[in-house]
Protein backbone atom coordinates (compact mmCIF):
# COMPACT_ATOMS: atom_id res chain seq x y z
CA UNK A 1 0.00 0.00 0.00
CA UNK A 2 1.22 3.85 -0.61
CA UNK A 3 1.57 6.22 2.35
CA UNK A 4 -0.60 9.06 2.82
CA UNK A 5 1.35 10.32 5.97
CA UNK A 6 0.45 8.15 8.16
CA UNK A 7 2.58 5.43 7.22
CA UNK A 8 5.48 5.81 9.81
CA UNK A 9 8.90 3.60 8.88
CA UNK A 10 10.15 3.61 12.24
CA UNK A 11 8.00 2.92 15.74
CA UNK A 12 10.14 3.26 19.14
CA UNK A 13 8.29 1.54 22.40
CA UNK A 14 8.78 1.37 26.19
CA UNK A 15 7.61 -2.15 26.63
CA UNK A 16 4.41 -2.55 28.47
CA UNK A 17 2.91 0.26 26.39
CA UNK A 18 0.50 0.03 23.58
CA UNK A 19 1.85 0.26 20.33
CA UNK A 20 -0.09 1.27 16.87
CA UNK A 21 0.94 0.54 13.64
CA UNK A 22 -0.55 2.34 10.69
CA UNK A 23 -1.13 1.41 7.35
CA UNK A 24 -2.69 2.85 3.87
CA UNK A 25 -3.89 0.38 1.32
CA UNK A 26 -4.43 1.84 -2.36
CA UNK A 27 -7.02 -0.20 -3.65
CA UNK A 28 -10.66 0.23 -2.91
CA UNK A 29 -11.07 -3.01 -4.17
CA UNK A 30 -9.35 -4.78 -1.60
CA UNK A 31 -11.55 -7.21 0.41
CA UNK A 32 -8.68 -8.73 3.04
CA UNK A 33 -6.35 -7.49 5.10
CA UNK A 34 -3.13 -9.21 6.71
CA UNK A 35 -0.61 -8.20 9.40
CA UNK A 36 2.78 -10.05 8.89
CA UNK A 37 5.46 -9.96 11.31
CA UNK A 38 9.38 -10.13 10.24
CA UNK A 39 12.07 -10.95 13.00
CA UNK A 40 15.47 -10.31 12.02
CA UNK A 41 16.70 -13.06 9.84
CA UNK A 42 13.48 -14.66 9.19
CA UNK A 43 10.48 -14.68 6.43
CA UNK A 44 7.46 -13.42 7.44
CA UNK A 45 5.01 -14.49 9.75
CA UNK A 46 0.95 -14.18 9.98
CA UNK A 47 -0.17 -12.58 12.38
CA UNK A 48 -4.25 -11.29 12.02
CA UNK A 49 -6.78 -10.62 9.34
CA UNK A 50 -9.32 -9.24 8.47
CA UNK A 51 -12.16 -9.00 5.72
CA UNK A 52 -13.73 -6.00 4.49
CA UNK A 53 -16.78 -6.47 5.85
CA UNK A 54 -15.22 -5.90 9.41
CA UNK A 55 -14.43 -2.86 10.98
CA UNK A 56 -12.36 -4.70 14.27
CA UNK A 57 -10.83 -8.03 14.59
CA UNK A 58 -8.98 -9.19 17.74
CA UNK A 59 -6.50 -11.53 18.58
CA UNK A 60 -3.76 -12.30 21.20
CA UNK A 61 -3.12 -9.47 22.30
CA UNK A 62 -3.23 -7.69 18.89
CA UNK A 63 -6.07 -5.68 17.35
CA UNK A 64 -6.72 -4.91 13.79
CA UNK A 65 -8.96 -1.90 12.52
CA UNK A 66 -10.16 -1.22 9.56
CA UNK A 67 -11.49 2.11 8.37
CA UNK A 68 -12.63 1.50 4.75
CA UNK A 69 -13.76 5.38 3.89
CA UNK A 70 -9.97 6.65 4.21
CA UNK A 71 -8.02 3.36 2.86
CA UNK A 72 -6.77 2.88 6.32
CA UNK A 73 -5.66 0.17 8.14
CA UNK A 74 -4.09 -0.23 11.76
CA UNK A 75 -2.49 -2.76 14.48
CA UNK A 76 -2.64 -2.59 17.80
CA UNK A 77 -0.52 -4.54 19.97
CA UNK A 78 -1.00 -4.38 23.69
CA UNK A 79 1.85 -4.02 26.13
CA UNK A 80 4.56 -4.45 24.02
CA UNK A 81 7.27 -7.00 24.87
CA UNK A 82 10.83 -6.93 23.95
CA UNK A 83 9.21 -10.23 21.60
CA UNK A 84 7.71 -8.02 19.31
CA UNK A 85 10.37 -5.73 18.04
CA UNK A 86 10.16 -6.81 14.43
CA UNK A 87 9.07 -5.24 11.58
CA UNK A 88 5.43 -5.36 10.50
CA UNK A 89 3.59 -5.31 6.88
CA UNK A 90 0.02 -4.85 6.01
CA UNK A 91 -1.02 -6.48 3.20
CA UNK A 92 -4.13 -6.31 0.82
CA UNK A 93 -5.80 -8.86 -1.95
CA UNK A 94 -8.41 -7.67 -4.01
CA UNK A 95 -10.49 -10.93 -4.15
CA UNK A 96 -10.66 -14.55 -3.59
CA UNK A 97 -9.90 -15.07 -7.21
CA UNK A 98 -6.34 -12.60 -6.54
CA UNK A 99 -3.45 -14.85 -5.86
CA UNK A 100 -1.24 -12.01 -5.51
CA UNK A 101 -0.45 -10.06 -1.93
CA UNK A 102 0.47 -6.26 -2.43
CA UNK A 103 2.78 -5.64 0.17
CA UNK A 104 3.43 -2.04 2.14
CA UNK A 105 6.99 -0.93 2.73
CA UNK A 106 6.83 -2.03 6.45
CA UNK A 107 7.16 -0.75 9.73
CA UNK A 108 10.19 -1.29 12.17
CA UNK A 109 9.17 -1.86 15.76
CA UNK A 110 11.60 -1.40 18.58
CA UNK A 111 10.97 -1.83 21.98
CA UNK A 112 12.72 -0.29 24.97
CA UNK A 113 13.25 -1.64 28.14
CA UNK B 1 6.32 -31.12 9.02
CA UNK B 2 8.55 -28.22 7.72
CA UNK B 3 6.79 -26.03 5.95
CA UNK B 4 8.46 -24.06 3.16
CA UNK B 5 12.07 -24.60 2.57
CA UNK B 6 14.93 -22.72 0.92
CA UNK B 7 18.33 -23.64 0.37
CA UNK B 8 20.83 -22.24 0.32
CA UNK B 9 20.90 -19.67 3.38
CA UNK B 10 23.50 -17.08 1.79
CA UNK B 11 25.50 -17.31 -1.27
CA UNK B 12 27.66 -14.34 -3.11
CA UNK B 13 28.33 -14.79 -6.68
CA UNK B 14 30.38 -12.73 -8.90
CA UNK B 15 28.36 -10.83 -12.07
CA UNK B 16 27.49 -12.82 -14.67
CA UNK B 17 27.33 -15.97 -12.74
CA UNK B 18 24.26 -17.78 -12.78
CA UNK B 19 22.21 -20.04 -9.59
CA UNK B 20 19.39 -21.91 -8.56
CA UNK B 21 17.65 -20.59 -5.16
CA UNK B 22 15.67 -23.63 -4.12
CA UNK B 23 12.13 -24.12 -2.78
CA UNK B 24 10.51 -26.77 -1.49
CA UNK B 25 7.27 -27.42 0.41
CA UNK B 26 5.29 -30.63 2.02
CA UNK B 27 2.40 -28.74 2.85
CA UNK B 28 1.12 -29.54 -0.44
CA UNK B 29 -0.11 -26.09 -1.48
CA UNK B 30 -1.10 -25.37 -5.15
CA UNK B 31 0.57 -21.45 -5.26
CA UNK B 32 3.95 -20.68 -4.45
CA UNK B 33 5.62 -17.61 -5.02
CA UNK B 34 9.08 -15.89 -5.13
CA UNK B 35 9.67 -12.06 -3.44
CA UNK B 36 12.54 -10.17 -3.09
CA UNK B 37 12.87 -7.72 -0.04
CA UNK B 38 15.57 -5.10 -0.59
CA UNK B 39 16.73 -3.32 2.99
CA UNK B 40 14.16 -1.29 4.23
CA UNK B 41 11.29 -2.23 2.11
CA UNK B 42 8.49 -4.10 1.85
CA UNK B 43 8.16 -7.46 -0.91
CA UNK B 44 8.62 -7.77 -4.49
CA UNK B 45 6.64 -10.41 -6.22
CA UNK B 46 8.96 -11.76 -8.81
CA UNK B 47 7.27 -14.92 -10.48
CA UNK B 48 4.64 -16.95 -8.96
CA UNK B 49 2.71 -20.29 -9.96
CA UNK B 50 -0.84 -21.48 -9.35
CA UNK B 51 0.30 -25.14 -9.94
CA UNK B 52 2.64 -27.78 -11.27
CA UNK B 53 3.36 -26.95 -14.97
CA UNK B 54 2.02 -23.46 -14.77
CA UNK B 55 3.81 -20.21 -13.89
CA UNK B 56 3.52 -16.31 -14.32
CA UNK B 57 5.30 -13.20 -13.61
CA UNK B 58 4.74 -10.87 -11.11
CA UNK B 59 6.18 -7.30 -10.61
CA UNK B 60 9.58 -7.54 -10.68
CA UNK B 61 10.73 -10.62 -13.23
CA UNK B 62 13.31 -9.47 -15.01
CA UNK B 63 16.25 -11.35 -14.74
CA UNK B 64 14.83 -14.32 -13.50
CA UNK B 65 13.51 -17.83 -14.67
CA UNK B 66 11.34 -20.51 -12.73
CA UNK B 67 9.90 -23.45 -13.09
CA UNK B 68 7.41 -25.91 -11.54
CA UNK B 69 7.44 -29.33 -12.14
CA UNK B 70 6.00 -30.48 -9.14
CA UNK B 71 3.79 -29.57 -6.10
CA UNK B 72 6.53 -29.71 -4.08
CA UNK B 73 9.52 -27.81 -5.86
CA UNK B 74 9.59 -23.86 -7.14
CA UNK B 75 12.98 -23.02 -8.43
CA UNK B 76 14.05 -19.57 -9.04
CA UNK B 77 17.06 -19.07 -11.62
CA UNK B 78 19.25 -16.73 -11.90
CA UNK B 79 21.21 -16.32 -15.81
CA UNK B 80 23.50 -13.81 -15.63
CA UNK B 81 23.70 -12.36 -11.87
CA UNK B 82 23.97 -8.25 -11.65
CA UNK B 83 24.50 -6.49 -8.91
CA UNK B 84 20.94 -5.33 -8.51
CA UNK B 85 19.75 -8.44 -7.77
CA UNK B 86 21.70 -8.40 -4.51
CA UNK B 87 18.62 -9.03 -2.16
CA UNK B 88 16.74 -11.79 0.18
CA UNK B 89 15.04 -14.13 -1.34
CA UNK B 90 11.40 -15.51 0.13
CA UNK B 91 9.69 -18.10 -1.23
CA UNK B 92 6.10 -19.36 -0.16
CA UNK B 93 3.11 -20.86 -0.55
CA UNK B 94 -0.33 -19.87 -0.10
CA UNK B 95 -3.33 -21.34 1.50
CA UNK B 96 -7.06 -19.60 2.34
CA UNK B 97 -4.99 -16.69 1.23
CA UNK B 98 -2.44 -16.70 3.93
CA UNK B 99 1.16 -16.85 2.65
CA UNK B 100 3.51 -19.12 4.83
CA UNK B 101 7.32 -17.75 4.28
CA UNK B 102 10.56 -19.58 3.78
CA UNK B 103 13.17 -18.01 6.15
CA UNK B 104 14.87 -16.86 3.06
CA UNK B 105 18.00 -16.93 1.28
CA UNK B 106 20.47 -13.89 1.34
CA UNK B 107 22.21 -13.83 -2.23
CA UNK B 108 25.00 -11.02 -2.54
CA UNK B 109 26.16 -9.81 -6.19
CA UNK B 110 30.10 -8.30 -6.49
Known amino acids: GESVGLHLPTLSVQEGDNSIINCAYS??????FIWYKQESGKGPQFIID?????DKRQGQRVTVLLNKTVKHLSLQIAATQPGDSAVYFC????????????FGAGTTVTVRA | NAGVTQTPKFRILKIGQSMTLQCTQDMNHNYMYWYRQDPGMGLKLIYY???????DKGEVPNGYNVSRSTTEDFPLRLELAAPSQTSVYFCATLEARKLFFGSGTQLSVL
Open chain 1, 27 to 32: NSASDY
Open chain 1, 50 to 54: IRSNM
Open chain 2, 49 to 55: SVGAGIT
Open chain 1, 91 to 102: AENKGSNDYKLS
